[in-house]
Nanobody
């Protein structure tokens, strides 16, 4: 069983930074693509960043150059560094586990995720 728990969200001014963390248990590194998505009530899920078993990353166009995904394998933790935050980044952010054979933000669809952490960016 894979379990995930997000933390690190909060409220910041536009242009500020946050670093989200996701503690993962029951994760088999060689089997899954890990990533972050955001979703607001009534809106479609948007994958913002993914990372595969080889460390290759992929980002949504809306966050390229501002967000960075990484994983500390020894600590079983996934991170999302968010810089130059914009009000439109305001959302609930979730980390998730998806299929290993399709690790890109255009097609990634996680089959399990955490409870989420709220990110609010004010103008």
């Amino acid at each position: 069983q894979v379990q995930l728990g997000e933390s690190g969200g909060g409220s910041v001014q536009a242009g500020g930074s946050l670093k989200l963390s996701c503690v993962i248990s029951g994760y088999t590194y060689s089997s899954y693509c890990m990533g972050w998505f955001r979703q607001a009530p009534g809106k479609e899920r948007e994958a913002v960043a993914v990372i595969d078993k080889d460390g290759d990353t992929n980002y949504a166009d809306s966050v390229k150059g501002r967000f960075a995904i990484s994983q500390a394998h020894a600590e079983n933790t996934l991170y999302l560094q968010m810089n130059s935050l914009k009000p439109e980044d305001t959302d609930m952010y979730y980390c998730g586990v998806g299929p290993s054979f399709d690790c890109n933000t255009d097609s990634w669809s996680p089959f399990i995720w955490g409870q989420g952490t709220q990110v609010t960016v004010s103008s």
